[in-house]
């Protein structure tokens, strides 16, 4: 009920503003209504949705230019504009994904379904499309981009934001993979177990370059993106094979074994 008085009541103030005395009273009518209902969410709830701000300031300035002026056709262009500036989205294919979790409330049962057990796991297919492959129109361009760089950063992000817990992060990516695909000495820290680690920094910052991006695609979604944790070492079967931007590339896998027959 708080959301839909906060998102539709600019709107029934409107309507009621337009019924009784006019177009120009409406749009102040809704002006207020709206930065009440803007201040009231981020009271409740201490952030404000990107498409409720950016239609607010878009709303801002049209119903002033017609208050101001007293020519309706400013407020009656707000939805154009507002809809012409949603679908520039679909022209900015870098940031193309599917499925696409982009709302509020996906990534809200995103997490709760973390915490509640409903995903076993968190893991990136990591699609390192070039930025060829990227661009054209919506429906021309490749979906995904390359993450498997910045994975570990990212949630350790959430971490920092207390979305998921460092537990929680070793659960979801190493102890329930070995479980669920019966992975003979994997995914834990263990005596005679394989050394697949990863040293962390927890609290040292950098920023997503293109001179750090390791994809030999050379594009990140992340680029000029701070994350406040750092991996300086990377373990496979026991050997180093990355430390402090320094790679050894001399081969290091190893077959996986299995338990037994999933």
């Not at 992975?183 to 005596?191: M, Q, S, T």
């Amino acid at each position: 009920m708080f959301k839909f008085i906060t998102e539709f009541g600019p709107l029934v103030a409107f309507f009621v503003g337009y019924k009784t005395s006019g177009i120009l009273e409406a749009t102040l009518y809704m002006l207020v209504a709206s930065v009440i209902a803007i201040s009231i969410t981020y009271i409740y709830e201490r952030k404000i949705n990107k498409v409720n701000l950016i239609s607010t300031a878009l709303l801002l300035i049209s119903a002033s230019l017609t208050l101001f002026s007293g020519n309706s056709i400013f407020i009656k262009m707000k939805p154009t504009v507002l809809y012409c500036l949603f679908s520039s989205v679909f022209f900015i294919t870098n940031y193309k994904w599917n499925p696409a979790i982009k709302s509020e409330m996906n990534q809200k049962g995103l997490f709760d379904a973390l915490h509640s057990g409903k995903l076993d796991i968190i893991a990136t297919d990591h699609a390192p499309h070039t930025i060829e492959e990227k661009t054209g129109t919506y429906f021309q361009a490749m979906s995904g981009g390359p993450l498997v760089q910045h994975a570990l950063p990212t949630l350790l992000e959430m971490y920092h934001q207390n979305k998921l817990t460092l537990e929680m992060i070793v659960e979801k990516t190493a102890h329930n993979v070995a479980e669920i695909y019966k992975l003979k000495e994997r995914g834990y820290i263990r005596e005679g177990y394989y050394a697949d680690l990863v040293l962390v920094d927890i609290n040292q910052s950098w920023k997503v370059t293109k001179e750090n991006i390791l994809y030999k695609c050379k594009w990140s979604p992340f680029e000029e993106q701070v994350f406040q944790s750092k991996i300086m070492t990377t373990i496979v079967n026991g050997n180093i094979v990355y430390t402090n931007g320094v790679f050894d590339y001399t081969p290091r896998g190893m077959r996986l074994q299995f338990s037994k027959i999933r």
